[in-house]
């Protein structure tokens, strides 16, 4: 499938970020120190992911021919940011985060790069960097044509779903609910779906649903989230979020937690700790968040924030 340029106001969009999230100076640029990749926000130790043997010498192969891109082509955005995502893939996280940067010294006004080392410096716990990443992301796309974002591992369909615009946007939104900024994540999922292509508007609505609820149950507005959840109707035509849908028929209370007893996927089991955490039960809240977090080597920040500092308010 060839890219499809998507037009759509940009200087809007800006504006809504930047209206909901203080500016900040993103003056250090983040290297292999940035965030934090051995630590969770819990404190408990991190470590690289444990794939199969040929699993593993498939990200090790791709990382070394990213490299020999680089080495060959370090004038093109393109050798730079497939390295770092290719050693993201492998979970080498801040070491993606330094090729990112050094991609920047090359190419400072790389929207490209930006978005990726934001997603990055997010999973490194880095979120005010992150979000300011996001933020420069996407005034950097001022004025410019939007375009599908490649996939580096594609769904069963083939198909790329996400557009550089909606992903920054989406990304920025889902971030947000590490700092408490609801209102921010609301608002955020709104302008992520609207900017979807048509033929992916039931993948992306299952994820912004997801985490619009999770932003009005945190803020109180019960009616509001269960408005936002309930519009997600039986029947999807889903290319690849089906993990999201199974988690949102949990928040609907269309499916039942112990249809899904034994599953390790960190989207569903992080809903089901929330609807115990909204039903008051803490204990088993609690319990859960702690497992995601001890079962996936490189922990679940949104799991380890709902931890540390269950009742974050944006600054």
Not at 12 to 32: C, D, F, M, R, Y
Not at 140 to 150: A, I, Q, R, T, V
């Amino acid at each position: 499938m060839s890219p499809r340029v998507v037009a759509c106001g940009a200087s809007a969009i800006l504006a809504l970020i930047l209206a909901a999230v203080p500016a900040s100076a993103n003056e250090k640029v983040p290297g292999v120190d940035a965030g934090n990749c051995t630590t969770s926000l819990i404190g408990t130790q991190l470590s690289l992911p444990v794939f199969s043997a040929a699993t593993q010498k498939r990200l090790d192969e791709d990382i070394e021919i990213a490299r020999a891109a680089l080495r060959i082509a370090p004038d093109r955005e393109e050798s730079h940011f497939w390295l770092g995502r290719r050693l993201g893939y492998a979970g080498r996280v801040c070491e993606a985060i330094a090729v990112f940067s050094d991609g920047l010294k090359a190419f400072p006004d790389s929207y490209k790069l930006r978005r990726y080392r934001a997603r990055h410096l997010a999973r490194a716990r880095a979120f005010d960097a992150a979000l300011a990443d996001y933020r420069d992301a996407l005034a950097l796309m001022e004025g410019k044509p939007d375009s599908f974002e490649p996939d580096g591992l594609p769904n069963p369909a083939g198909l790329t779903i996400g557009t550089y615009r909606s992903n920054i946007i989406y990304y920025h939104a889902q971030t947000s609910f590490a700092t408490g900024d609801y209102p921010t994540m609301v608002a955020g999922m709104a302008k992520s779906l609207e900017l979807s292509a048509d033929f992916a508007r039931d993948d992306m609505r299952v994820p912004t649903a997801y985490w619009t609820y999770l932003a009005y149950r945190k803020m109180g507005e019960h009616d509001k989230a269960r408005a936002a959840i309930n519009a997600i109707e039986p029947g999807l035509k889903l290319i690849e979020n089906f993990t999201y849908y199974q988690a949102v028929q949990i928040m609907q209370g269309r499916l039942d937690p112990t249809a899904v007893k034994g599953t390790r996927d960190s989207t569903i089991k992080f809903a089901i700790a929330m609807e115990r955490r909204f039903a008051g039960d803490e204990e088993g809240a609690k319990a859960l968040l702690a497992e995601i977090v001890r079962e996936n080597p490189q922990g679940h920040w949104p799991s380890e924030a709902e931890l540390a500092n269950p009742d974050r308010k944006a600054r």
